[in-house]
């Protein structure tokens, strides 16, 4: 039924050879006749065995090709995605500095920072976007970059379900503009970030901490911030109330080298070892 007789020689061979070891073990029955006829069909099953495993790894691998082909084209949603980014850089030259498809088709467009409240305005109420609803703004911290903050937007389209990332950047001094007046999303998600990182939003209705403890000093999620903080809180049971006192073990910013963490142990043990034999000695 799946491997026709007469594309494959070899199965036609054996299906006669079958065939013709029945009616010969009816019509002689001949105990040396019969085994003979057995062993030419075992021999005949063997090669047809042999050409269908071939037939298969051929037919696999044709399979193979096919698909490696269609994968190394871009798919429908990845050319659309990218239509799109060019369609938003055309359109906004001035602020849009480039525009890429990132793995797993997502649409990814870096911006100036002058430009978030145009961007954003633009991808929410055009036409042909309708990003209606902000769904997170991050940061990343990278203290080598002369820009050492970068914040991503991360927008979703209901309409065309489509979702769309918005990547500027900013130093310690220099402001954003707020999208809370664009996005009611962004009022907290702002504090977030000028909690955990110091960049300051200006135009923002309620700047301030969110995430941290009254009195904070510093930005814990930046590169620089020592792992042990400056100051520890903890409650004074002859004062009655909460006392913040800086920490006892301050720890300063180190920098961690994880490819071999276990690599110390065994030479203490070789230095050991080679203490406890000189002491013998």
């Known amino acids: 039924k799946y491997f026709p007789t007469y594309k494959y020689p070899a199965l036609h061979k054996m299906a006669f050879s079958s065939r013709f070891m029945f009616c010969a073990s009816k019509a002689f029955r001949n105990p040396v006749i019969c085994s003979n006829i057995a062993k030419r069909a075992n021999k005949d099953a063997f090669f047809a065995r042999q050409a269908l495993g071939i037939a298969l790894l051929q037919k696999y691998k044709q399979i193979r090709l096919s698909s490696t ?50 961007i954003l305005t633009f991808l929410r109420d055009h036409t042909n976007a309708q990003f209606k609803q902000l769904m997170d703004i991050t940061a990343v911290d990278w203290p080598s970059k002369p820009y050492r903050f970068e914040i991503v937007y991360n927008l979703l389209s209901v309409r065309y379900n489509t979702r769309i990332r918005v990547k500027t950047y900013t130093d310690e001094l220099t402001p954003l503009d707020s999208a809370s007046s664009l996005f009611h999303s962004a009022n907290w998600a702002e504090r977030e970030i000028w909690d955990m990182y110091g960049v300051f939003f200006s135009n923002h209705p309620d700047l301030r901490r969110i995430l941290t403890d009254y009195g904070f000093e510093g930005h814990p999620l930046r590169k620089d911030f020592p792992l042990s903080g400056f100051y520890e809180i903890r409650y004074d049971s002859e004062l009655k109330r909460l006392v913040q006192d800086p920490v006892e073990l301050a720890q300063e910013f180190r920098k961690f080298e994880l490819q071999s963490p276990w690599e110390q142990f065994p030479k203490h043990r070789k230095t050991v070892a080679k203490l406890e034999s000189a002491k013998k000695e």
């Open 69 to 118: 082909a269609v994968s190394t084209q871009d798919s429908p949603t990845t050319t659309r995605l990218m239509e799109f980014g060019q369609f938003v850089s055309d359109s906004m030259p001035k602020f849009v500095q480039s525009a890429e498809v990132t793995e797993g088709d997502e649409l990814q467009v870096l911006i100036s920072p002058d430009g978030i409240i145009p």
